[in-house]
């Protein structure tokens, strides 16, 4: 009879324990269950994290880049070739035009090269010569060592144009640089004396003058090379 009791009384506390325990591992199961991510969060997860991998990778590239860029400065005209009929090659990488490049690109046209060479304070440009007019007066020799001193020479007039230039832009009268030596007028660089503007009456004496004030046609005049006056320079271009 006890044996019957106790044994009835341990299978009620055996249901009454595994009722109380079912409900647990019910609600445990189920919490379990709710945090578990699914597949789509995932991958969108993942591909959050490439497309910022991408874009970092992006930006480190453009950086490199513009880094190399700035290192290196700003470009050059690539080395144009020689011509077949060019003597001389170009420089390597000449910045700019330059009448080498011009001259071996296009050979059969003759482009006459006025240089780089500026004239200086005081002096005026035409064509391919600088000019000075002097505000001093000196002999005839005193005003070729003058513009010898300054890397020229007295003006030697051999065109029209630099005559008609030359009478417009002064007002004075100039010594130029012609002389007489023997029974011949010659310049200065020891050219014969071709084209002439000899005034009607040019008066006498072994030197030439530019008389500015008078026509161009005619506004030479000849003076003693000792008489003290006005001078024009002259200073070739390269």
Same mark, same amino acid.
């Given at each position: 009879m006890y044996i019957k009791f106790c044994r009835s009384y341990g299978e009620d506390k055996k249901d009454e324990a595994d009722e109380n325990l079912q409900p647990k591992l019910s609600v445990e199961l189920e919490g379990k269950k709710g945090k578990e991510p699914t597949g789509g969060n995932v991958r969108l997860y993942r591909g959050v994290c490439l497309f910022l991998t991408l874009m970092c990778i992006v930006l480190l590239v453009v950086v490199i880049i513009l880094s190399l860029k700035l290192q290196t400065g700003p470009t050059v005209c690539p080395v144009v070739e020689e011509s077949a009929t060019a003597k001389e090659a170009v420089p390597a990488f000449a910045p700019g035009c330059s009448f080498e490049n011009? *001259? !071996? *690109? &296009?050979? !059969?046209? $003759?482009?006459? $090269? $006025? %240089?780089?060479?500026?004239? %200086?304070? %005081?002096?005026?440009? &035409?064509g391919r010569s600088c000019f000075f007019l002097s505000t001093f007066r000196l002999k005839w020799h005193q005003s070729e060592q003058n513009c010898t001193s300054r890397g020229g020479s007295l003006a030697v007039i051999t065109s029209k144009e630099v005559q008609d230039f030359l009478t417009q832009k002064g007002n004075l009268q100039y010594w130029i640089g012609t002389i007489k030596k023997g029974t011949e007028w010659t310049w200065v660089d020891s050219t014969k004396l071709q084209e002439s503007y000899w005034a009607e009456d040019p008066r006498t004496g072994n030197c030439g003058i530019l008389d500015s004030t008078g026509p161009s046609a005619r506004n030479w005049i000849r003076a003693p090379c000792n008489v003290a006056t006005y001078f024009i320079c002259q200073l070739q271009l390269l």
């Open positions: 011009c *001259q !071996a *690109q &296009f050979p !059969a046209i $003759h482009i006459k $090269h $006025h %240089g780089c060479r500026m004239c %200086g304070d %005081g002096w005026m440009t &035409f």
